[in-house]
């Protein structure tokens, strides 16, 4: 009997299912395609030219400095409160631990590579939990051969995963040295903490809810623990749940976010690191994420919603239309509490920041994998169409670029590479080729698989679209990766900067950015004026802006100076630096 089959009745739940549909993937396997995932984008390269390098730089200054660096983030010297210190706390004793092995740009680049392990972990076992409940099983088939409890939990488990790894938002952003990487991990362990706690309401799992808050207030600030503990409230009301000690457990967890919170601010403020607190910066990072909901915030939502949270969106929708006449089925209310509560979050963010729609994404792959027993026959295969059809060619072009990168065949492509990045000399590396090779001949095999054999099990709607975004990641990131990492490093720039300051004790004011900043100290021992340097003899400066054809418009400099150095980096048209000297 096929298992997406329509409602047949209200009384009657959507999920018609043979157990052969819940072929398991093997834990191995899994394993596997979140390191294939994972890996590629952290190996073999330098802090980028954006929050990544900046995170670098809180991490790094970290490692390498005292209890007032642990205190008060910054870069070298530049104050940084905005979000919170944890993540770059965990990327500095990963600097500590393996720094001497991996270097420290590799080693801090191990946090990320932990937390989205801990976030996909979290995704996979909070659908496991919901899929085993007796509401989200299937219907009772007349002759028996519906799937056991466990078994469908975890192939729904499974599919969560598929979809969490396919999301497109989250690729960068977890290969990535900032805060949102560890927020949308901490976000898929709250709701596993969650579907704990509602499974067994006890004052432990109370407790470890108030530790993901606290997380991840000390991670990415207040706003985001503060709606999602709100949304506890309805939705644990709507579960019925008892009232008098849910809101009890609620306010232990409320209280030991606060105490995760104070235990930094209150130590900031006895030691006063720099003599200052980050008190004052946090809190007003934090206001600036609240405005009243505007056109330009809800519009940027769903027009980056539709690239960002695809594939979940559209087997999320079809879930709550499958799932409508039973809305209030934990599986089902629990991944959607957090979706509006995150949602309403985002649309109060006034700044368009893709780290607003970054926590939705666990919630939202939770959501679709109820979806996907539900879905017809014709909407999958759509989906698969869609995914072989976009994601191949997207994978053909990667390889038509690299060798016309290669061997200046087809001419204008090569063209054009070479023109975004002047001066770059092609590399040719025998196992990034055989890696990519090896994982474009997979991708063939998994859609040769998925079109001949037209399998029933669960996880088949997803598979192609997961697999399509990890190939493309995978290509982009061995084939493609020299000539990224010449566009987005300031290796070069930072070496030609060093060789032109002396090696004596100096210092360097500048009004550069952060992550300029990090990179240019990490990648040429630059050495920035720090908190108690006062007028400095050298001073490296930007250009605010740079006219087309016209020269660079620099900011005035105190004093009598001379130039020892201008240029820029060969990939970019529109940064200018200069390095002067102050001359008496």
């Known amino acids: 009997m096929p298992y997406n089959t329509d409602i047949a009745a209200p009384s009657l739940k959507p999920v018609r299912l043979p157990a052969s549909a819940t072929f398991l993937l093997p834990r191995w396997g899994l394993v596997l ?108 088939l007349a002759f028996g051969g519906q799937p056991e ?67 991840i207030a000390l991670t990415r600030g207040w706003v985001v623990p503060l709606g999602l503990w709100l949304s506890f409230f309805i939705s644990f009301r709507l579960l ?32 006063r690191p720099f003599n200052s607190t980050p008190f004052d910066g946090w809190m007003d990072w934090n206001y600036s994420q609240l405005a009243l909901p505007g056109y330009d915030s809800i519009k940027y939502f769903f027009k980056n919603g539709l690239w960002f949270f695809w594939p979940a969106w559209p087997f999320a929708i079809w879930a709550l239309y499958a799932w409508r006449r039973q809305r209030q089925a934990m599986h089902i209310l629990l991944p959607l509490s957090f979706v509006i509560a995150l949602s309403i979050v985002a649309f109060l963010n006034p700044n368009a920041e893709e780290g607003a729609l970054l926590p939705l994404l666990p919630a939202l792959a939770m959501l679709a994998a109820f979806g996907l027993p539900t879905m017809k026959r014709g909407a999958i295969n759509a989906v698969d169409w869609f995914s072989v059809m976009t994601l191949t060619t997207s994978a053909g072009f990667i ?32 196992i990034a080729f055989l890696v990519a090779a090896g994982a474009t001949i997979l991708w063939f095999l998994l859609v040769f698989w998925r079109l001949s054999r037209q399998p029933v099990v669960l996880w088949r709607a997803v598979v192609l679209s997961s697999g399509g975004v990890i190939l493309c990641w995978l290509l982009l990131t061995t084939l493609w ?15 030609e900067i060093a060789q032109k300051l002396p090696d004596s004790a100096y210092c360097v ?32 400066l930007r250009a605010y802006a740079v006219k087309r054809g016209g020269p660079a418009q620099y900011p005035e400099v105190n004093g009598k100076t001379k130039i020892l150095w201008e240029g820029h980096r060969p990939a970019d048209r529109d940064e200018r630096f200069r390095l002067y000297q102050r001359v008496k």
Not at 83 to 95: D, K, M, S
Not at 481 to 495: D, E, F, M, R
């Open 149 to 215: 409890p466990n078994d469908y939990g975890r192939v729904l488990a499974d599919g969560a995963l598929l979809i969490y790894l396919g999301c497109i938002g989250l690729l960068l952003h977890s290969h990535e040295t900032r805060a949102e990487a560890l927020l949308v991990s901490l976000v898929a362990f709250l709701l596993y903490m969650s579907a704990r706690y509602v499974k067994t309401p006890s004052l432990r799992n109370a407790c470890m809810l108030g530790l993901a808050l606290g997380c």
């Open 33 to 140: 395609l979140c390191l294939l995932y994972i890996l590629p984008g952290l190996i073999g390269r330098d802090p980028w030219k954006n929050d990544d390098a900046a995170g670098f730089g809180i991490m790094w200054t970290m490692a390498h400095g005292g209890l007032n660096d642990w205190l008060w983030p910054h870069i070298v010297g530049q104050l940084m409160p905005q979000e919170g210190p944890l993540t770059f706390w965990l990327g500095a004793i990963c600097i500590k631990l393996f720094g001497w092995l991996l270097g420290d740009a590799l080693a801090a680049r191990m946090a990320p590579l932990c937390f989205f392990m801990v976030g996909a972990i979290s995704v996979w076992y909070s659908t496991y939990l919901l899929g085993r409940r007796t509401e989200a099983q299937p219907m009772q």
């Open 509 to 540: 004011e500048t009004n550069v950015s952060s992550a300029q900043r990090a990179s240019f100290a990490y990648l040429g021992g630059i050495r920035f004026a720090g908190f108690d340097d006062s007028q400095c003899k050298f001073v490296l």
């Open 481 to 495: 990766l020299p000539w990224i990492n010449y566009g987005k490093s300031y290796a070069t720039v930072a070496q």
């Open 240 to 271: 019925n749940l008892q009232t008098g000690r849910s809101v009890r457990h609620l306010l232990i967890a409320v209280g030991v976010a606060i105490a995760i919170i104070s235990l930094w601010l209150f130590s900031a403020d006895a030691i």
């Open 399 to 430: 390889w038509v670029g690299w060798i016309a990168k290669q061997t200046g065949w087809p001419a204008q492509i090569a063209k054009n590479a070479f023109k975004l990045a002047p001066g770059f000399k092609p590399e040719f590396s025998l």
